[in-house]
């Protein structure tokens, strides 16, 4: 097959860098995006996140004509989605009344409903975002197939998961290997064509099943190992123990290496995928299940490590740093840091909250613009996510921008020695001793 236009349909954080390096390798591209804002945004030569290099890379993709955005599809020889697959509560009481997670599709179902008045004998279609297993052929294939094609044998189709990691996107776009799965082994083969216009890391082939599950195993995974960091924080906490050096010392055997701890897990990915697992297979899935209940109850025990440092809440002016889900990225989607400020601002606490990578931050959050002003007339400081930013700050220089005389890191991003020298009375997650001679 050769491919001189594709269509990508959906401009986020996958879709937008997706769509600009296949431009920028040459490729005609029609990136598409039902957001009136996004559309706007990026036929003004702007770009909607924050991503490094990306802005530059979408730029030439634009300038070079090869990249052009619009409302809706065209014909093209390819397709890809990479639209949201968020989940929303299950509120119908089925599952014993536990807080059951159940994803939403209609993201996909309307991208692959848009493809079908477009859809022509040969044309490759791949499902790129992370959906539950059997998606691509229980879905996506009837929808498609509603023209008259047949998938595998007049059209390909196959799904392709996106391992990329927030802040590297472009290098990992190119770099990682990648994994095609196809309803046939020739829609597998069409899918590797397409990508190694770009893809210099392996390309694997194998079934459109086996590359969902690929992708939600792996995220599982990750949350089930930062799941048990987070317990093992707690039973620090509970024994006296300081969970950051026992962590190191474990980490010492050859063959173990916990995660890190800190106030839950967040983002578009871990904290939603292995939900795909329990609501596909919820008979199958305890462990995936208690996982996630382990870490969203985590912000709760960051609120009980504030309350332990400040007493009661009411009044308290706390100083929150940072909202996003994860270090020195702008996405706030399910971030813990933004729940454990809505848990304090819910008991009473006067929190001003200063994510440097989005200060307009969320609704219902107070935000400062700037560092200063949130940490002035604090009355304790409380570190939630590990922006570089904030792992430099020079404790004797914070002395005379604050009022605070605690701190509290959650992250264990500041030495604990550094803040108590220069006056601080510091708090860390996990950590049930003050110092080695506790
Ligand atoms: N962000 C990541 O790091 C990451 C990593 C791996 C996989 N994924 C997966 O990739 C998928 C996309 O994630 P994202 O982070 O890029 O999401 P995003 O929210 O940043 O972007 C998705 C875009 O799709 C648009 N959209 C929604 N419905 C559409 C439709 N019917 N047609 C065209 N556009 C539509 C939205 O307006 C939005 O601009 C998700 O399934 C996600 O789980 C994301």
Request: aromatic share 6%; glycine share 8%; charged share 20%.
């Amino acid at each position: 097959m050769s491919f001189k236009k594709i269509c990508v349909l959906g401009l986020g954080y996958i879709g937008l860098p997706t769509a600009s390096t296949f431009a920028t390798h040459g490729m005609e591209v029609v990136g598409v995006d039902v957001n009136r804002r996004v559309l706007d945004t990026l036929s003004n030569g702007e770009i909607h996140i924050h991503e490094p290099g990306l802005s530059t890379v979408v730029q030439a993709a634009v300038k070079s004509g090869k990249l052009t955005i619009s409302e809706k599809p065209e014909e093209a020889d390819a397709f890809l989605i990479a639209v949201p697959t968020p989940f929303y509560l299950d509120k119908t009481g089925e599952h014993n009344g536990e807080p059951y997670k159940l994803a939403d599709m209609r993201a996909v179902t309307s991208a692959a409903e848009a493809i079908v008045p477009y859809l022509r004998k040969g044309t490759l279609v791949v499902l790129e975002s992370t959906s539950p297993p059997r998606t691509t052929v229980e879905l996506v294939k009837p929808i498609l197939e509603q023209t008259g094609l047949e998938a595998g044998t007049d059209f390909h189709l196959a799904y392709s998961p996106e391992r990329v990691l927030p802040g590297q996107i472009l290098r990992e776009l190119i770099e990682n290997a990648r994994v095609i799965g196809g309803v046939t082994p020739e829609s597998a083969r069409a899918g590797a064509e397409l990508y190694a216009t770009f893809v210099k890391g392996e390309i694997i082939q194998t079934d459109a099943t086996t590359a969902e599950m690929v992708k939600i195993m792996e995220n599982t995974t990750r949350d089930i190992n930062i799941a048990i960091a987070n317990e093992f924080a707690r039973l620090a906490d509970r024994f006296g123990v300081d969970v950051w050096e026992a962590i190191k010392l474990a980490n010492l055997h050859p063959r173990i290496n916990i995660l890190s701890p800190g106030p839950g897990v967040g983002g578009h990915c871990i904290s939603v995928d292995p939900w795909f697992f329990v609501e596909a297979a919820p008979d199958l899935s305890p462990l995936i299940y208690t996982a996630r209940k382990v870490n969203d109850e985590q912000p709760h025990f960051v609120m009980s490590l504030v309350q332990k440092a400040l007493g009661s809440l009411k009044g308290k002016k706390i100083a929150a740093l940072g909202l996003a889900y994860k270090p020195d990225v702008d996405d706030l989607r399910e971030s813990p840091a933004a729940e454990v400020v809505r848990l304090l601002l819910d008991a009473g606490a006067n929190v001003r909250s200063y994510e440097p990578f989005k200060t307009d931050g969320l609704p219902g959050i107070p935000m400062t613009p700037t560092l200063e002003e949130a940490l002035k007339d604090a009355d304790a400081i409380l570190l939630l996510v590990r922006h570089s930013q904030f792992c430099k700050m020079n404790p004797s220089k914070v002395t005379a921008l604050t009022s605070a005389r605690v701190v509290m890191d959650t992250v264990n991003a500041w030495d604990a020695a550094s803040w108590q020298e220069a006056g601080f009375q510091i708090f860390r997650l996990g950590v049930g001793k003050f110092s080695i001679s506790d």
